[in-house]
């Protein structure tokens, strides 16, 4: 077995395919963003899920939650081939440091569990993190899975503990992939939480409320939709469709950047009249680089499914919040800055 840390070379692909994928997966996160639609996905795939309601609120339910989740995925398994897609994380960038550690012992305890639990038998483990938190301080874009991380806020080193925790799962019998995923977005963005750029726009369009912008237009990212991430994470889960040995960083992205400035003319085109938008100032924007513009160097295969254009992404990001927001009307409130 070759297992890289997470911020070392990528190690060499593993043996070939084995006979059979994973008789179930254990979804961390399927009520949010990416968890959702990795569900969705795997339900229509007919492949048995594992999807926890998990009080994150509380830290000690939260692990009493995850070992019991833990142990019905095993069950299912009977002793064959498992999965665990962990898409869960409360942290945004302008997390504390004191958030971001109680998110990561939870982390941790369910990781030690699952490492016991599962001995002997054949697993794989996908863990969502973030290209954006870990390359934030990086130089010589486009960024890929050699480049060396280099958060600047502690939600990026926060990512990095975290990958490490994961990392050391890693076994003969498990192997690991650590997604670093690019900006998500599409239906199901969380509209409460301070981040999600494309769903925050649509938010201001259909509210009639302006949006503060704390980012410079010429900032670009790498924007993938949701539906195609969580098909690159199914093929990730899945020994058949790529083989992994040890530890094995991919990037998840579009692999096509767009300024902040483009991106507003993509909307325009898209809502029919100009985004709500106010260039407003933040103290985490020191924490937001210029040029975060994404590839990858490997498994190549998975990057077939990155194939929303950006336009077709945001219209229906737009369906899907008018839908939620005419739904249940949500209260006026101030304006939020976002990047």
Not at 71 to 85: H, K, M, Y
Request: net charge positive; charged share 20%; hydrophobic share 45%.
């Amino acid at each position: 077995m070759s297992a890289a840390a997470p911020d070392g070379p990528v190690p060499p692909l593993g043996p070939p395919h084995p006979a059979e994928g994973p008789r179930a997966v254990l979804v961390v996160g399927a009520g949010g963003l990416l968890g959702s639609a990795v569900v969705r996905a795997l339900r229509r795939r007919g492949v048995p899920v594992v999807a926890p309601r998990v009080p994150w609120s509380r830290p000690a339910d939260s692990v009493a939650a995850l070992r019991v989740a833990v142990d019905e995925l095993l069950d299912r398994a009977g002793g064959g081939p498992w999965s665990v897609a962990w898409c869960a994380g409360a942290a945004v960038t302008a997390s504390t440091p004191a958030q971001l550690e109680v998110e990561l012992g939870v982390l941790a305890a369910a990781a030690d569990h699952l490492r016991t639990a599962s001995a002997g038998t054949p697993g794989r483990v996908f863990f969502a993190s973030s290209a954006g938190g870990l390359y934030a301080g990086a130089r010589g874009a486009p960024f890929d899975e050699r480049t060396v991380p280099a958060p600047l806020a502690p939600y990026g080193h926060g990512k990095l503990r975290a990958e490490a925790v994961v990392a050391a799962l890693a076994s003969p019998d498990v192997g690991v992939v650590l997604g670093r995923i690019a900006n998500l977005y599409g239906p199901g963005q969380n509209l409460a939480k301070p981040q999600g750029l494309i769903s925050q726009l649509c938010r201001a369009h259909v509210v009639g409320q302006p949006l503060s912008v704390y980012v410079s237009l010429d900032t670009l990212r790498d924007y993938v939709f949701v539906d195609d991430c969580a098909l690159m994470v199914l093929d990730l889960l899945d020994p058949r469709t790529t083989p992994v040995d040890g530890v094995q960083v991919k990037v998840l992205a579009s692999q096509h950047a767009a300024s902040v400035g483009a991106l507003l003319g993509e909307c325009r085109r898209v809502f029919g009249r100009r985004p709500r938008v106010v260039l407003g100032a933040s103290p985490t924007a020191r924490f937001q680089a210029r040029d975060l513009r994404l590839r990858s160097v490997v498994l190549p295969s998975v990057d077939r499914h990155a194939r929303t254009p950006l336009a077709a992404g945001i219209h229906r990001t737009l369906v899907d919040v008018t839908g939620a927001l005419h739904a249940t009307p949500e209260p006026r409130r101030p304006r939020r800055p976002v990047g």
